[in-house]
Every structure is written in structure tokens, then in C-alpha cells.
């Protein structure tokens, strides 16, 4: 079985959560590569919903391992709450999760920054969760973060955060004058908070290393989306890490010719959370009707989600930049009612057609959606279970999108539950 890495192809909140569940049932170890708390993935298992921001969503599964790689930006607040909530609903997490000791922590400073920034940003603001993420990958590049292992460490931990705050608190005080943060406190609360996750910190990539020599199969479970990609999204308006599969090298550990599969999720339709161009984005009745039957708001922040058509310059791009093997389109079943579907097939701009969606955000704002109408198909395909079961306008419209995009369909979903899903080719 091949190891794969699944990532988000669109804007992120494509589903990718469900598909790492449903894949996990032919994996052994599920790694979460890159972001931070700012993910949410939602999981839908035995008629009971979980949302995790940090715990890989392979954890459902008895007996698999989940890893947080060295890769993410690591809040122990909000892991600590995730762990707890699995144990009081019956699920065991003893020695079934493992947390990188070289992943970066998420600490108070990076919280209130990235609240004052947005706030002092007003229309300019980017639109993050205020999470603290941007703040701490800033931290880690600039080389005075605090690290998970240092959580163990009274004496690595106190001489990290006294660095941190002597520079971040002079920032409150210069650019937004705001009131300093005590590191006193936060040193206690942060060595409390090692010892309570003392068991699950480890060396993850000497793990993998030796998972990989004994033929074990990995899933990197990626977060947010291509198009919010640091270096190949929208920026600025983009997230603060890479979020393509070849990350999933990085932020893990593992050298990529480890990595077989790169299977990208995309709705088939799109959606946007936070600001910035979106070519295809529906301000209309339509889009209000794709949010509501598609519950379209953020798990993080709870946010409603921009809606539009499926956008093929999009998913091209993201076919390019992670060298996708397969599609994994989710939230078919929400297009059931259409009468009519349109597809952006390609953009204009400046008079020329243009196939892949550009790389400048002054550029993006100004593509205008050149449109293809495709018949719906008016009826349910939640109890699809196979491609010959969905309906035949369902079935050219699935053709259609794999076509434009050149990558082949390995699996469909037309529903949140497990079971609700279409294998085509996955190469099990």
C-alpha cells in the first residue's frame, strides 16, 4: 500500500478531514505536516462529530498512530483539550499520540500580536483566525522560538522566553501601545503544561524512520489549502506556512521519495474563508444556497464561507504545484438540487485566455470566469456507493472537472459520513 499525502487543492475547508479518516483504515500513522490551530477538521464517525485543530483525524481509528510533526506551529493549550475530550468520549489516545520535540510552541505574545496586527490592519487585515500562527512561524525563522522540547526544561524554557518577551513586548509598546505580557507567568504555566504532555513528546522522525524500515504506511494530512500556500498562494492574503505536499517532506522528517501518493481534495464547488480575490465567488442567491445546503462555515472560527463555482484555473494550479496523483472531490451530494451548474473552465485577463490561475493578486482580481453550463441532475446521490449508481449528469460533470484539471478521480464523497464515499482508483 502507498504512502500518501493528502492535501487541501482549493482554499482550504475542502473536507480533507474526512478523507484522511476514510484512508487511515489502510494506514498505520497519520502525519499532521504543517499549520497550526488555525485548521479545523471535521470528522463524523459512529453518528458522533469530532472537530480537531491539532489531533490528526486518523485518531478515530483503533490501534493507528497520530504524529504532530516538527512542521506545525504547536498550541499545548488547545492539544490538551483536544486529548481530553477524545478520553471522556471513550477514545484512547495511550501511546497513540505523538508530538514532535522540535515543533515550534505557540505562546501568549503570538496570540495578542496577531489580534493587534489584524486590528490595527482595519480593511487591510488579512483575515486570520487569531490563532497566533503567523507570529510564531515569524518567531522560528527569526530564531528566538520556544520549541515543545523545551517545555521539559525549566532552564532551556525560562532563557526562550525571556527572549521572546523582551522582543515582542517592546513591540507591543512601540507599534500598537499595548501593555506588556509578565513572562513570569507564562514560564510556570508553559513548564505545567510540559509535564502534562511529558508522554506524548518524542523524537517524531527517528519514529517515522523506523515505522518506514518496517514497511509501516503513512498518511500526511495536510492543512489549509494550495491557494493559501505562503510562496504559491494569494498573498499577502495567504497562510504562514506551505501548505503543498512537498512540505509534507519538510515538516515531518521524511525524505520524499518516501511519498507515493499525492491525493488532492477539492469540493465540487469552491469555497473561501478570509479575505482576498476569489474569481468564481457567487454574492448572490446562488452562493447563499451552496453555503446553507453545504454548511459552509469555518470550524475554527465558525465564519461563513464565500461561495462559488468550481474553479478549474484553480485545481490546475494545485495539480501542478503538488504533483497530484489523484482527486478526491467531496460535497457532491450538495449540488443535487441544482437545475444548472456552471464550471469555470478558464479566465480572462487583459483581453487573453488564461488556463492557470495566476501567481500576483492584482492579476487575480482582475481574471474574469469564463463559464461552461453543464445540466444538473436533480436528484439525491447520498446513496451512491458506486460510480455506475450516481446519476448520468453527475457522472459528465465529475468526467468534466477531471478532464480540466488532468488529474484522475480516486475518490467521491456525497456525504460527511464514512460510508458516504465513492472509490474509484486509490491503489490500495
Known amino acids: 500500500m502507498p504512502n500518501r ?33 488555525n485548521a479545523g477538521h471535521t470528522v463524523k ?26 512542521g506545525v506551529v504547536f498550541d499545548p493549550k488547545q492539544a490538551i483539550l483536544e486529548i481530553k475530550d477524545l478520553v471522556s468520549k471513550g477514545i484512547s489516545v495511550e501511546n497513540r499520540i505523538l508530538i514532535a520535540e522540535n515543533a515550534h510552541v505557540v505562546l ?16 487591510s487585515a488579512i483575515g486570520t483566525t487569531g490563532r497566533g500562527i503567523g507570529p510564531c512561524y515569524s518567531d522560528k525563522v527569526n530564531r528566538h522560538g520556544v520549541r515543545v522540547g523545551d517545555l521539559l526544561s525549566e532552564q532551556e524554557l525560562r532563557a526562550r522566553i525571556e527572549d521572546i518577551a ?25 513548564l505545567d503544561l510540559g509535564k502534562q504532555l511529558k508522554a506524548y513528546i518524542c523524537d517524531t522522525v527517528s519514529y517515522l524512520f523506523e515505522g518506514l524500515k518496517n514497511k509501516k504506511q503513512i498518511i500526511f494530512e495536510g492543512a489549509q489549502g494550495t491557494i493559501l500556500d505562503v510562496d504559491h498562494g494569494t498573498y499577502p492574503f495567504v ?30 464547488y469552491t469555497t473561501r474563508v478570509g479575505n482576498g480575490p476569489f474569481p468564481t465567488e457567487l454574492s448572490d442567491e446562488t452562493g447563499d444556497k451552496l453555503r446553507e445546503i453545504g454548511g459552509e462555515y469555518g470550524a475554527t ?74 445540466p444538473g441532475w436533480e436528484c439525491s446521490t447520498t446513496n451512491c456507493r458506486s460510480w455506475s449508481d450516481l446519476p448520468p449528469n453527475a457522472q459528465k460533470y465529475l468526467t468534466r472537472i477531471s478532464e480540466l484539471a488532468d488529474v484522475k478521480i480516486g475518490i467521491i464523497s456525497i456525504g460527511a459520513k464514512r460510508d458516504e464515499s465513492i472509490i474509484m482508483d486509490i491503489g490500495e
Open 5 to 37: 499525502v493528502v492535501i487541501g487543492s482549493q482554499w482550504g475547508d475542502e473536507g480533507k478531514a474526512k478523507i484522511v479518516d476514510f484512508l487511515t483504515k489502510y494506514a498505520d500513522i497519520i502525519v499532521r505536516f504543517q499549520g497550526g490551530a
Open 45 to 70: 464517525a459512529d453518528d458522533r462529530e469530532f472537530i480537531f485543530h491539532l489531533i490528526p483525524s486518523g485518531i478515530m481509528h483503533p490501534n493507528k498512530v497520530c504524529v504532530i510533526g516538527n
Open 108 to 123: 501568549p505574545w503570538h496570540i495578542a500580536c496577531d489580534k493587534l496586527k489584524e486590528a490595527k490592519a482595519g480593511k
Open 166 to 190: 523582551t522582543f515582542r513586548n517592546e513591540e507591543f509598546k512601540k507599534m500598537f501601545d499595548a501593555e506588556p505580557i509578565d513572562p513570569e507567568p507564562v514560564i510556570k504555566e508553559y
Open 239 to 268: 497562510t504562514s506556512s506551505n501548505t503543498v505536499a512537498g512540505y509534507a517532506s519538510c515538516g515531518s522528517g521524511v525524505g520524499p521519495t518516501t511519498i507515493d501518493q499525492v491525493i488532492g481534495v477539492v469540493k465540487a
Open 301 to 374: 472560527t465558525g465564519r461563513p464561507r464565500r461561495c462559488g463555482w468550481f474553479d478549474a484555473p484553480v485545481v490546475r494550479k494545485a495539480a501542478a504545484v503538488n504533483g497530484l496523483t489523484h482527486l478526491a472531490i467531496t460535497k457532491l451530494d450538495v449540488l443535487d438540487t441544482f437545475k444548472e451548474i456552471k464550471i469555470c473552465t478558464s479566465y480572462k485577463l487583459e483581453g487573453k485566455d488564461l488556463l492557470f490561475f495566476p501567481n500576483r493578486v492584482e492579476q487575480v482580481s482582475l481574471c474574469e470566469p469564463v463559464y461552461e453550463t453543464v
